[in-house]
Antibody, heavy 120, light 107 residues
Framework: QVQLQESGPGLVKPSQTLSLTCTVSGGSISSGYYYWSWIRQPAGKGLEWIGRSYINGSTNYNPSLKSRVTISVDTSENHFSLKLSSVTAADTAVYYC????????????WGQGTLVTVSS | DIQMTQSPSSLSASVGDRVTITCQASQDINNCLNWYQQKPGKAPKLLIYDASNLETDVPSRFSGSGSGTDFTLAISSLQPEDIATYYCQQFGNLPFTFGPGTKVDMK
């Protein structure tokens, strides 16, 4: 059973870069069937798709965040990462990593989520 | 971006009731729609993919239908463990977008 687990700082200062890692266990991230995705959810609000990466480095990003986002996959470490630069309070949210079955693009396996607060 | 709307935004129902939630896309997305269930403090869980296909291990009381711009999630007989917020998500066009959610609670 594949499991995903987010990790990273829970507090980031404004204007700095938010960096999170999602470790995949119970399966190989190198499986060619999946994209590896990030989604976020501000407290009490809905879900926002941030973007996804394939193992060959191909990425898709939400245009609303595209200039600030980088998602990358590290097959040697079996994890993938999110970097979001120039953060503001509006980036405070629970961040989820998820596995995306690319052929149908459904998010069939999620991490538990990690709260990131942007505050000085 | 494709905008997704859901109705109602919330509902209260009794155990055993049939519950329906609708989702509408701002443009034709064929059957490129998924449904997720999110319980408080938990990650979303995939229920339905490609508008009408039940994910493995999801109870058969859940069903999905629709195509084009109008979609429905139905729970044939509401159970206490179904108390959650339900989200639709389109993947017909990038960026993928979610509906605002429908909160279901027990009357």
């Amino acid at each position: 059973q594949v499991q995903l687990q987010e990790s990273g700082p829970g507090l980031v200062k404004p204007s700095q870069t938010l960096s999170l890692t999602c470790t995949v266990s119970g399966g190989s991230i190198s499986s060619g069937y999946y994209y590896w995705s990030w989604i976020r959810q501000p407290a009490g609000k809905g879900l926002e798709w941030i973007g996804r990466s394939y193992i060959n480095g191909s990425t898709n990003y939400n245009p609303s965040l595209k200039s600030r986002v980088t998602i990358s996959v590290d097959t040697s470490e079996n994890h993938f990462s999110l970097k979001l630069s120039s953060v503001t309070a509006a980036d405070t949210a629970v961040y989820y990593c998820a596995r995306d079955l690319g052929s149908g693009s459904y998010l069939d396996n999620w991490g538990q989520g990690t709260l990131v607060t942007v505050s000085s | 971006d494709i905008q997704m709307t859901q109705s109602p935004s919330s509902l209260s129902a009794s155990v055993g009731d049939r519950v329906t939630i609708t989702c509408q896309a701002s443009q034709d997305i064929n059957n490129c729609l998924n449904w997720y269930q999110q319980k408080p403090g938990k990650a979303p869980k995939l229920l339905i993919y490609d508008a009408s296909n039940l994910e493995t291990d999801v109870p058969s009381r859940f069903s999905g239908s629709g195509s084009g711009t109008d979609f429905t999630l139905a729970i044939s007989s509401l159970q206490p463990e179904d108390i959650a917020t339900y989200y639709c998500q389109q993947f017909g066009n990038l960026p993928f977008t979610f509906g605002p959610g429908t909160k279901v609670d027990m009357k």
